[in-house]
C-alpha cells in the first residue's frame, strides 16, 4: 500500500510565503514524476508543477517565478515553496507520484489535499 501525506497548507496574506511538503510511503520501488495540482472551488483540477526523477521541471505558466518545486529522491519527497502568493492561488493543493510498486503495478498516487489561502 502507497500513502501519500502532504504537510504545509494555510492562510497566508497576498504577498506571503508557504511551503507545501508532500512524503510518499509504503511499498515503492520507483518513483517517476512527482508533483503538485490545485483544485479551486468550482473548477477543475489543474497541473501547478511538476518534476521528474531525473530533474526535468514543469510548472504552470501562472506560477513561474514565484513558485519553485524539489524533491528529495531518497526520501520520497516533493516540496512547492510558494512566494509572492495572490488571492487567485487560494486552492486546495493535491501532491501526487507516478510509482512503481513491489506488487508489480505503476500508477499515479494523489494525497489527500492541504487548503491553500490567500487573503488580499
Known amino acids: 500500500q502507497v500513502q501519500l501525506v502532504e504537510s504545509g497548507g494555510g492562510l497566508v496574506q497576498a504577498g506571503g510565503s508557504l511551503r507545501l511538503s508532500c512524503a510518499a510511503s509504503g511499498s515503492i520501488v520507483n518513483i517517476n514524476a512527482m508533483g503538485w495540482y490545485r483544485q479551486a472551488p468550482g473548477k477543475q483540477r489543474d497541473l501547478v508543477a511538476a518534476?521528474?526523477?531525473?530533474?526535468?521541471?514543469n510548472l504552470a505558466d501562472s506560477v513561474k517565478g514565484r513558485f519553485t518545486i524539489s524533491r528529495d529522491n531518497a526520501k520520497n519527497t516533493v516540496s512547492l515553496q510558494m512566494s509572492g502568493l495572490k488571492p487567485e492561488d487560494t486552492a486546495v493543493y493535491y501532491c501526487n507520484a507516478d510509482i512503481q510498486t513491489y506488487k508489480g503495478t505503476n500508477r499515479r498516487y494523489w494525497g489527500q489535499g492541504t487548503q491553500v489561502t490567500v487573503s488580499s
Open positions: 518534476l521528474t526523477s531525473g530533474g526535468s521541471a
